[in-house]
């Protein structure tokens, strides 16, 4: 192997997926072409490269790198380009001149030895000089890391997470079980740890490869909401992941079983097999629902019927003969679950329940699953709503950095009633960690549409619990006047009774436009949203109109869809600041999504009055500037809270111009438009369409085929869930099982 050292003056070519680079080095001798797998090279870096020469039949001779490393840039122009390249924090490419015109070709050693000089240089103080020495140390670890990784598939910014999980000994972590990966880094799965795995040398039948497996198909099966498997699908799927022979894996399951990974459970002869988490919350919810619902509470003493007059009369209302009930049941029951669809009331009877516990003196909490869900139930109630992470307070426990809930069975939270609304989104861990901050006596209102999509974590919480029969359910059924007038209403019922819809009413609210491919469709939604509609609805095109899809990859799935609106929505500007980032493109004024709960995120508004913590899954707001010093991106949401991205944690945002179906549940936009196009026939549903079609207030508008729609509303299956608690409530409720 040969080994040349220069700097990188151009990069001719980069694959943000796999790393392979093409790119000029320059020294003193010669300019060289060098190729390879080298992720995080940029230009003005001086490495050394070991590899072998090779003649391209298009491109002549070039250096294929096998291994590279960076050095210590000799010159004053690869130090200015090193120090000015954005890799260290807290250095742009005007510090980055005075200090060069400071220290010279000293520079670096003045960094790694001597950082208290920096404070020569006009605009650095000890603050600064903290950061760049930081900065400059993390680097010099985390490019080790990258090295090491990148030939795996391993992406740069997992090699960010990797380098904050283990520091310094990543490698020797890595080296002694990749299978740690799996375990502790959030989207490394096990597949790339296999890989890994199977390039350092270690066997197929290593019981930490087959135990690890078992553990990943499990996780799997979360993602298809299952909290369990039954043994013969786990050992097929575990056998068809791992290779090996079913003994093995039986074995190796017990072996779980035996440290308390998973538990196994026995059901009419099948064996089940659970995730640890997941046996202790299905089990807990049981128990937990079957206490509040038995126990004792404050009998109010009212008469109901005069308090509802009395309310129907404060708001010029009528209620139904089954909102009339809900209202009853509340009252009377320890639990009670109200569902209907859109257009039955649900609102106006959850406010009447409000008024009547509020005019007798009782607390009343209000929560949901998500931030949109809590806010649109704030204003619809005029009363406050917190998300159940946040009435359940997400903190750290006392001696450790894990987060939990600080409310539970000894901190229970203090109110007379709680209602939750959006009950369809909750999944089983979130359910049990809610009904243990419950204390035995408050009365828990649990409201849902369980025609919508279920959660997207593991369980099936509401319909298990109506299937039941072990909670008081009132159903909503009946579509008031008003709501009649409304063909998103109409439709949304229609679909869920497997009818032909009403199309393009003059007037109305609910419109199909036909188109035959892919690209008339994206050009057809991008003419809508940019122009048509926000001239003739008078509606903001970035605020009040959303695009739902139902999957991620294709012509007219999100990703592409965002990059496509973007270019219309957002246009780029002269003085309009934006950023590459692994293949994407943020730019000040793009709409964002966050797309995953961030409990200890901090906030705070423009003028500072104000600040908090909490950015929540599904979260919408604003790119509201970028700093590129500071390598950070700052988002505007509610229209006051600004919350700071650093680059590396920009894996929490996605472009959200358009979204997945399943990202908008809980929330309501003025507009949206939903293409209706081939998918994969698990998510040509109704309960897709149906909930895509819910989401809207005032307009929706369907672009595609017609084929396709009329396959979705004949298309009831559902990915049936491998979920106990039904079962398990009745269970429990017949052999008496109580917890005191």
């Not at 005007?94 to 030895?113: P, Y």
């Not at 990974?261 to 089940?272: C, Q, S, V």
């Not at 109704?686 to 979705?712: F, P």
């Not at 979920?723 to 005191?740: C, T, W």
Request: a neutral charge; aromatic letters at 8%.
């Amino acid at each position: 192997m040969e080994r040349i050292e220069g700097m990188i003056n151009d990069i001719v070519f980069k694959n943000d997926d796999n790393g392979y680079t093409i790119a000029h080095l320059v020294n003193s001798e010669s300019e060289v072409v060098i190729v390879g797998c080298m992720p995080t090279l940029s230009v003005g870096e001086s490495i050394e490269v070991e590899g072998k020469w090779i003649n391209h039949k298009t491109y002549g001779t070039q250096f294929e790198v096998n291994k590279f490393m960076p050095v210590t840039p000799s010159s004053l122009e690869g130090i200015y380009v090193y120090l000015s390249s954005g890799m260290i924090h807290g250095i742009g490419e005007k510090m980055a001149k005075r200090i060069v015109d400071k220290f010279g070709v000293n520079t670096l050693d003045i960094i790694q030895k001597m950082p208290e000089r920096l404070k020569e240089v006009e605009g650095i103080g000890s603050k600064k000089i903290d950061q760049i020495v930081k900065s400059y140390e993390e680097n010099r670890e985390l490019r080790n890391i990258i090295i090491e990784l990148s030939p795996y598939g391993i992406t740069p910014n997992y090699c960010m997470k990797i380098y904050k999980k283990y520091k310094n000994k990543a490698i020797e972590v890595i080296n002694k079980n990749p299978y740690k990966l799996a375990e502790d880094i959030r989207g490394i799965g096990f597949k790339i740890a296999d890989n890994i795995a199977s390039k350092i040398g270690i066997e197929k039948n290593s019981k930490d490869r087959v135990s690890q497996g078992i553990l990943y198909a499990l996780n799997q099966s979360l993602s298809s909401g299952h909290t369990y498997l039954p043994q013969n699908i786990l050992i097929q799927e575990s056998v068809k992941l791992l290779e090996v022979q079913s003994p093995i894996i039986e074995e190796c399951i017990m072996d779980l079983i035996y440290d308390q990974k998973i538990h196994i459970e026995k059901m009419d002869g099948t064996n089940l097999i659970y995730l640890i988490p997941y046996y202790l919350s299905e089990n807990g919810v049981c128990k937990q629902i079957i206490k509040l619902s038995q126990c004792e509470f404050k009998d109010l003493n009212i008469d109901i019927e005069k308090e509802i007059e009395c309310v129907e009369e404060q708001e010029d209302i009528k209620l139904a003969k089954n909102q009339a009930l809900a209202v009853k049941e509340a009252i009377e029951n320890g639990v009670v679950i109200i569902t209907g669809g859109p257009g039955t009331g649900k609102t106006t009877t959850i406010n009447t329940i409000i008024k009547i516990f509020e005019n007798n003196k009782q607390e009343v909490i209000l929560a949901a699953p998500t931030g949109r869900a809590a806010k649109r139930m704030s204003e619809t109630s005029s009363k406050e709503a917190k998300t159940i992470h946040r009435l359940l307070e997400m903190g750290y426990a006392t001696d450790s950095d894990e987060l939990k809930f600080m409310k539970n069975e000894e901190e229970p939270i203090k109110a007379d009633v709680i209602i939750i609304d959006e009950l369809s989104m909750v999944d089983i861990l979130l359910m049990y960690s809610l009904l243990r901050a419950i204390k035995p006596g408050t009365r828990l209102i649990l409201v849902g549409d369980s025609d919508q999509l279920p959660s997207v974590g593991a369980g099936n919480v509401l319909k298990d619990m109506i299937e039941s029969s072990v909670i008081n359910v009132v159903r909503l059924n009946e579509i008031f006047r008003q709501a009649q007038e409304s063909m998103i209403v109409v439709n949304a019922h229609k679909i869920n009774n497997g009818e032909p819809l009403h199309l393009n009413s003059k007037g109305k609210d609910f419109f199909f436009i036909k188109k035959d491919t892919n690209e008339e469709v994206l050009q057809e939604i991008v003419g809508l949203v940019n122009e048509r509609l926000p001239k003739f609805y008078n509606v903001d095109k970035l605020k009040d109109i959303q695009i739902l899809a139902s999957m991620r990859k294709g012509d007219l799935g999100v990703t592409n869809l965002n990059i496509e609106l973007q270019k219309y929505l957002n246009k780029s500007e002269k003085f309009k600041v934006e950023e590459n980032f692994q293949k994407r493109l943020f730019r000040v004024g793009d709409k964002v999504m966050q797309i995953k709960n961030n409990y200890t995120k901090k906030w705070e508004n423009e003028d500072r009055s104000d600040s908090g913590e909490g950015v929540y899954n599904g979260d919408i707001g604003y790119i509201y500037h970028i700093d590129k010093d500071k390598r950070t991106i700052y988002v505007l949401f509610d229209q006051v809270k600004i919350v700071a991205y650093k680059y590396d944690e920009l894996d929490e945002l996605d472009h959200s111009f358009c979204t997945t179906i399943h990202k908008s549940q809980g929330s309501e936009f003025p507009v949206v438009i939903i293409p209706i196009t081939w998918a994969p026939p698990m998510l040509l549903s109704r309960n897709l369409l149906y909930t895509a079609v819910t989401r809207a207030k005032k307009l929706v508008v369907l672009v595609g085929d017609v084929k396709y729609l009329e396959y979705m509303i004949k298309n009831n299956k559902t990915n049936d869930r491998y979920s106990n608690l039904a079962y398990k409530l009745n269970k429990f409720r017949e052999e008496g099982l109580l917890v005191k």
